[in-house]
């Protein structure tokens, strides 16, 4: 049975950093797309970012020179590396294999002071 599982969520303050985590199974995470994807309450799940099958990061405007994705294929993990975070950035972040549609369970991040 494959698996998704985010962690590294939690409360910070404006301005601060967090890193997130997702560990997927081998046999959708090896050489496939995986995603970062976020659902603020009250809204539509939103796309944060992709890490291409051949390594290539991708971002929705409103993340680039905030936000990092990057991956470790040794250890089947996806990162997010957010930083300067903003109230707004508050949401729950889900990990997806883009390829076979298997989503996490997801992990909430709040910023606030």
């Known amino acids: 049975q494959v698996h998704v599982v985010e962690s590294g969520g939690g409360l910070v303050q404006p301005g601060g950093s967090l890193r997130l985590s997702c560990v997927a199974s081998?046999?959708?995470?090896?050489?496939?797309?995986m995603g970062w994807y976020r659902q603020a309450p009250g809204k539509e799940r939103e796309w944060v970012a992709t890490?291409?099958?051949?390594?290539?990061?991708m971002y929705a405007d409103s993340e680039k020179g905030r936000f990092t994705i990057s991956r470790d294929n040794d250890k089947n993990t996806v990162y997010l590396q957010m930083n300067s975070l903003k109230p707004e950035d508050t949401a729950v972040y889900y990990c997806?294999?883009?390829?076979?549609?298997?989503w996490g369970q997801g992990t909430q991040v709040t910023v606030s002071s």
């Open positions: 997806k294999s883009i390829q076979f549609g298997v």
């Open positions: 081998e046999s959708i995470f090896s050489r496939k797309p």
């Open positions: 890490m291409t099958s051949d390594g290539h990061p």
